[in-house]
């Protein structure tokens, strides 16, 4: 069972920064794809971005494309996020998943840590 706990979030002005931080707990993190997702009041959990197990390729949905960039290192089992550029629009609580090779899915989420950017 991987277990992902997530830091990081808090409140921001808009054009400011912010880096998450997601820990795994075990060592089968570095077998496992990551992404991190977020969640906006009244609206459904959507993609923000995802790394290979390698962390030598990215994904990024187009909100972010630009302005948030993932990365991991496989020796400290944690994945970042680091968001630049930050808009009222990405206030949301950022969650970060691992898929596994093995399943190919994300099967583990952490508890989620708030964003808020204010105007």
């Known amino acids: 069972q991987v277990q992902l706990v997530e830091s990081g979030g808090g409140l921001v002005q808009a054009g400011g920064s912010l880096r998450l931080s997601c820990a795994a707990s075990?060592?089968?993190?570095?077998?496992?794809?990551m992404g991190w997702f977020r969640q906006a009041p009244g609206k459904e959990r959507e993609f923000a971005a995802a790394?290979?197990?390698?962390?030598?390729?990215?994904y990024y949905a187009d909100s972010v494309k630009g302005r948030f960039t993932i990365s991991r290192d496989n020796a400290k089992n944690t994945v970042y996020l680091q968001m630049n550029s930050l808009k009222p629009e990405d206030t949301a609580v950022y969650y970060c998943a691992a898929k596994p090779i093995s399943s190919g899915k994300y099967d583990y989420w952490g508890q989620g840590t708030q964003v808020t950017v204010s105007s």
């Open positions: 075990e060592r089968t993190f570095s077998s496992s794809a």
């Open positions: 790394i290979s197990w390698s962390g030598g390729t990215t």
